[in-house]
């Protein structure tokens, strides 16, 4: 991928989401430690680190999942710090699992349908009904899924059911539920995990696309170090729950700390080696 | 014919404005443009060409699947005077190169980031190219180039243009001569590079006139355009039989959902080469094959009633009542659902055409209560030569001549015809011209055939593939290939013998069809390259071939054959974009194996080029079996030369 395929960071480079001196602990594991991060609108960062660094912690607690032991997130001017997954979500911050979560009896269009239902208004009643503003919300939220059904080229899975479907397929779904959220902020958790060359570049693209087409700010955690260097514009690195660098790709795969942490000290390895 | 395209066009939003002329499957749901509303996107299109300084002969490319405004960009040039050059979507940045040089390309209409990034790929190679505009923006946002520029933008600029310019776009049209060149077409061409067929507007015209006398075409009708824009049948019927007739074009959501998307609209007429209707005979026993054990006997009954009566109605009889009573149960419980099941269901004609199909495929459509008839032409006579009337559609021959065509069968037996239709001359390539002509002006069609007793036209096949076998048997390749791609296991296959003394085949297995077959016998599998080489799968397809021998005559018999490891490939230059095979060179590049044939022996080593989509190329070794056919083999004694 050549240069004129980086994320398009808005001229406004107001901060989006804030995130300060989180910590998370189970018993006495320190998942996350005092981690701080401040997201600008329209960013691309990137999360990484070894197993067990904290990333899907850190997630997780910016999603609602998890309740910071410590710290504050702030979302454009809200204080969301352990706020309920589905009012996280209605603010409009979305994400995909590390572990796909479809429903796998229901056709790829309803799964992204679904995505919709945080902005749906109508009652149970109304629906039921189908008559009015329950059929014309319908209207609206379909035209808004088949807009991401071909934007994530799904159009002749559209009435398959999501279980017969390959992996990278499955995750391709997956992002179109969240985006169908409409969100501002893209949490994405391992979304090429387990994928081949193929359907990794695909998934490069549209997470590039969502960013620059929509603005949409995304947050990643990924394993491919080829894709993250490649596609992100800012790199944190995370180890044993701390946040060891911050920079441009360039800069974090120079930084010694960086280096230190995924490949061990000169030493560590020698023992290793013993 | 003293009209032309633009002017047709100009004629349908005055006389069926609100009448719908061309719908598009769009985020689910077919959207229609009426003829006024297409009107005036061609011309805001021709006015921003126009402002572009576009001008009379100049060439726009249109490169992408088929999308309405692909086809507008076509008529768009023509308004200004200027030649449409639509090429294949899949073409690889080689063949681009040739056609877009060769053809003087000023403007390319292309259909996305694809297409746009193959353009630009190559734009230092294209010195006449100056402007490449896309359709849909997608990925596009952030390429800062001054040539590149959207269609709506171009539009834009085209209304401006018109509002400084009033009544230019009107004149242009008016100077527009039906003589003057409309399109040009690049043959895929069997042989050598491709070649640009020059038809003027009077030619297409001709052509589709002709058409319209020799079949009904209702301006109701609806025609699914899911055929490459460059090849010549879907212009011939999704631009110019419809700017003709004014029915209902039909362009499909993307390429994979066609089959869902003629399902659902169920068009009234079309047209698909042999290819397509192959692939829908093996999806279709796939999925009969799947299904549950009575269904599939209903089926089988039914299907094998329905073509006995096919073959009683072909020769002139009448069935029984008996049989006349279980064809009206079979149209209840099988044929009618199936037809529904293939988007068939309200077609009243279908053609194939660009290739011999089959005559075991062409009966079990025509059984199954399909209209489905032969058409021949070839893009140098604008597509249409002869086509079959109904009621006497046949497998064997194509026809008779459509009205205003002229045709001769020479000394040597070539096919050769002469009409207003016949072509204006190979673009840049006198020789070739003159070459494809005779001296008193018919064009030589390379097709040896004869007439028939009811003055329908028979083709055999290109006559320079017609050879003999050793012992002066007529040996007829594409016959032989049609009788074995029947067998829902084969995609593909090359026969030899001319000059030898039996067939061999070259067999490329249809991966989707076998693969089903290997999952119900529990044979595990793990590529196309491993699956073909299976001993099971090669006793399965020798069982094929040997179906296949009993209706060849005893001569003509395919003695060995080979399963390929690879299919066939356009970007290999195996087969042409139209999937039509380029035997001489698969002759050439598989010379080993066409010696293994003959010399006896049972495997061949095999290092095999391919080139991959994005034009890298890489060699395959591999070490592959060459089975007999027993009961054929024998007969042939020390082959002439061992």
């Known amino acids: ?13 107001e901060t989006q989401l804030s995130i300060s001196d989180v910590s998370k602990h189970f018993g006495g594991v320190r998942a996350v430690e005092s981690v701080t991060l401040s997201v600008t609108r329209g960013d ?31 979302f454009e001017g809200n204080d969301i710090t352990g706020t309920r997954p589905s009012q996280v979500a209605a603010l409009g911050i979305a994400r995909t699992f590390q572990n796909i979560a479809l429903f796998s009896g229901m056709t790829v269009l309803d799964n992204i349908m679904l995505g919709r239902h945080v902005r749906m208004k109508a009652g149970v009643l109304s629906s039921f009904v189908y008559w009015g503003l329950a059929q014309r919300e319908e209207v609206a939220h379909r035209a808004r899924v088949e807009e991401l059904i071909e934007f994530l080229e799904l159009e002749d899975l559209r009435k398959q059911p999501t279980s017969g479907l390959a992996y990278g397929l499955r995750k391709r779904v997956e992002l179109g539920r969240a985006l169908a959220l409409d969100p501002k902020v893209l949490l994405l958790d391992e979304p090429m995990g387990g994928m081949n060359q193929e359907e990794k570049e695909d998934m490069a693209r549209f997470i590039l696309d969502v960013n620059r087409q929509w603005g949409t700010t995304v947050i990643l955690i990924e394993h491919d170090m080829a894709v993250v260097m490649d596609i992100s514009e ?19 795969q120079r930084d010694p700390d960086v280096i230190r942490a995924y490949l061990g000290t000169a030493e560590e390895r020698r023992e290793a080696a013993e | 014919m003293t009209t032309t395209l633009p002017r047709l066009l100009r004629r349908n939003a005055l006389t069926m404005a609100e009448r719908s002329a061309i719908r598009e499957k769009k985020r689910g749901i077919w959207q229609t443009f009426t003829w006024s509303r297409y009107n005036r996107e061609v011309r805001d299109f021709a006015s921003g060409l126009a402002a572009h300084g576009f001008q009379r002969g100049d060439l726009l490319a249109v490169a992408g699947d088929n999308r309405p405004r692909l086809y507008w960009a076509q008529l768009a040039a023509q308004c200004l005077g200027g030649v449409a050059v639509p090429v294949y979507q899949d073409s690889i940045a080689l063949e681009l190169v040739y056609v877009l040089d060769h053809a003087e390309v000023s403007v390319v209409v292309a259909e996305d980031q694809e297409q746009v990034d193959k353009i630009l790929a190559i734009k230092a190679q294209l010195p006449h190219l100056n402007l490449v505009i896309f359709d849909d923006p997608r990925g596009l946002q952030h390429y800062d180039l001054p040539f590149l520029k959207s269609f709506d933008a171009v539009q834009t600029a085209g209304r401006d243009f018109d509002e400084a310019h009033a009544g230019y776009l009107e004149a242009e049209i008016d100077k527009g001569a039906p003589d003057d060149l409309a399109l040009l077409n690049y043959t895929s061409g069997t042989t050598g590079y491709p070649k640009g067929v020059m038809l003027s507007h009077a030619n297409l015209l001709c052509a589709a006139e002709a058409f319209a006398k020799a079949e009904e075409v209702r301006p109701s009708d609806d025609l699914l355009c899911y055929l490459p824009m460059a090849w010549i049948g879907d212009s011939l019927l999704s631009l110019v039989l419809h700017l003709l007739v004014g029915f209902t074009a039909n362009c499909p959501e993307r390429p994979d959902t066609v089959q869902r998307d003629l399902r659902e609209l169920g068009p009234t007429v079309g047209i698909a080469p042999p290819r397509i209707w192959e692939n829908m005979l093996t999806s279709l026993r796939v999925r009969t094959a799947d299904s549950t054990p009575l269904k599939r006997r209903l089926f089988d009954f039914f299907q094998r009633l329905a073509e006995r009566g096919e073959l009683l109605k072909a020769d002139g009889k009448r069935p029984g009542l008996g049989m006349r009573l279980g064809l009206a149960l079979g149209e209840f419980l099988v044929y009618g659902p199936v037809r529904d099941q293939l988007g068939l269901r309200r077609a009243r004609w279908f053609y194939t055409g660009g290739a011999p199909l089959g005559p075991e495929t062409f009966r079990f459509f025509r059984s199954l209560g399909v209209n489905l008839k032969q058409v021949w032409g070839a893009t140098e006579l604008s597509g249409l030569a002869s086509l079959q009337p109904d009621g006497e559609a046949n497998p064997d021959t194509v026809g008779p ?9 020479s000394e040597d037996g070539e096919v050769q015809i002469r009409s207003p239709a016949v072509f204006r001359g190979y673009y840049k390539q006198l020789k070739a011209t003159r070459d494809a002509l005779t001296d008193d002006g018919w064009y030589r069609t390379g097709d ?22 050793g012992d002066g048997t007529l040996f007829a390749p594409q016959f032989i290939e049609n009788k074995l791609k029947f067998s829902p296991f ?10 030898r003394p039996f067939v061999a085949a070259m067999i490329a297995i249809d991966l989707g069809t076998l693969g089903n077959w290997a999952e119900r016998h529990n044979l595990a599998y793990t590529s196309f390259q491993d699956l073909s080489a299976k001993p099971e799968v090669r006793g399965l397809i020798g069982e094929e071939i040997r179906k296949c021998n009993a209706s060849l005559p005893s001569g003509s018999r395919i003695g060995r054959f080979l399963l390929l490891n690879k299919e066939f490939d356009a970007d290999d230059n195996e087969i042409t974009r139209t999937r039509k095979i380029r035997r001489r060179f698969v002759a050439e590049k598989y010379a080993p194996v066409v010696e293994a044939f003959y010399s006896g022996t049972h495997q061949v080593d095999l290092a095999t080029d391919i080139t991959y989509e994005d034009g890298r190329k890489a060699t395959l070794n591999s070490t592959i079996a060459i089975d007999d056919v027993e009961e054929v083999r024998q007969p042939v004694q020390e082959p002439a030369y061992a």
């Open chain 1, 1 to 13: 991928m050549s240069d004129n395929v980086k994320g398009a960071r808005g001229a406004a480079s």
């Open chain 1, 44 to 74: 691309l960062v990137s999360i990484i680190g070894p197993n067990g660094a904290g990333k899907t912690s850190l997630l997780n607690m910016i999603s609602g999942f998890y309740r910071p032991d410590a710290g504050s997130i702030v």
């Open chain 1, 234 to 252: 800012r790199v944190v690195v995370l180890d044993r729950g701390r946040k060891i660098a911050e920079g441009s790709p360039d800069e974090v």
């Open chain 2, 401 to 409: 001549v459509v009205a205003g065509t002229e045709l001769r069968i």
């Open chain 2, 448 to 469: 040896s055939g004869y007439i028939d007793e009811r003055g329908h036209l028979i083709v055999i096949d290109r006559a320079k593939d017609v050879g003999k076998l």
């Open chain 2, 490 to 499: 084969i995609a593909e296959a090359v026969a030899f013998g001319d000059a």
